[in-house]
């Protein structure tokens, strides 16, 4: 049998811990399975994008990728108790650019609760919160309701102003800048997004770009920053733990840019 170069995450009893799946992971959601063993997830996923490069390599994961459960919108909120688990503090989840750990129960739509970022966008491309891109856990994320909010709809870009209640955070007009700490993570969800959704599924052809001010375009930017977050913030054991669980428990695919940095330079 061969084995993936995904494997060294699944060798040893600390790897067997990292991706311990919590038992309370499946309330709430549809088409959950029990976990499967690390390498069994990995061995031969990516089979068919071995030895492709650029247009053709994307499109080979796409295919792969493509191929996966959904979870609907109010199922999101248990799945993000799960995959954003503080590893410190079980009762917890971690919000992506606050850094804060918060309790699971502060959920909802108040000052100081936690609520789903869409790190793509939902106006960009115009898909809401639809089953499908709209509650792809790959890019949702959970985030104090008021940097939710400061973050809107902007795309990604590097200066601005410090965000309160997200340090390391900046933002102007047209930008959002994450804490470094997840400069990456941001970066690879969106690149996630970019293969995952080209058009079918009734949904638009999301897409990078260079520029800021998408709008309600099916784009994404700006590319050039995003590699660069993507280099200098590589996939760390809390990322990997993500996927790993989002893959196992709840939509059966994986972030491939998570498992193959290098895939990143090769698309674009």
Do not use: C
Not at 123 to 145: C, I, K, Q
């Amino acid at each position: 049998m061969r084995i993936s170069r995904l494997t060294p995450w699944a060798a040893g009893p600390a790897a067997a811990a990292l991706f311990a799946i919590p038992a309370a992971a499946s309330a709430g959601q549809r088409q959950a399975a029990e976990p499967r063993p690390a390498a069994a997830a990995a061995d031969d996923y990516y089979a068919a994008a071995e030895g492709k490069t650029g247009a053709a390599l994307k499109a080979a994961l796409h295919g792969i990728i493509k191929n996966q459960s959904k979870v609907n919108y109010d199922g999101v909120w248990n799945a993000l108790k799960v995959t954003d688990q503080d590893p410190a503090n079980p009762d917890n989840v971690i919000l992506l650019y606050s850094g804060r750990s918060q309790s699971k129960s502060t959920n909802g739509g108040g000052a100081n609760d936690w609520n789903r970022e869409h790190v793509w966008a939902k106006s960009h491309g115009d898909f809401g919160t639809a089953t499908g891109p709209g509650t792809d856990l790959h890019h949702l994320r959970p985030e104090d309701v008021t940097v939710n909010s400061t973050r809107g709809n902007k795309d990604f870009d590097r200066g601005g102003s410090p965000v309160g209640e997200a340090p390391g955070s900046l933002t102007d007009a047209d930008s959002f800048e994450p804490r470094n700490a997840v400069k990456g993570d941001v970066a690879r969800m969106l690149l996630y997004m970019a293969v995952r959704y080209e058009g079918g599924d009734g949904f638009a052809n999301l897409e990078l770009n260079d520029r800021v001010g998408n709008g309600s375009a099916p784009a994404h930017g700006r590319i050039s920053v995003l590699k660069q977050w993507h280099q200098m913030d590589p996939p760390d054991a809390f990322e990997q733990r993500r996927n790993q669980i989002i893959f196992d428990v709840y939509q059966h695919n994986r972030n491939p840019f998570i498992d193959h940095p290098e895939w990143v330079a090769s698309i674009w």
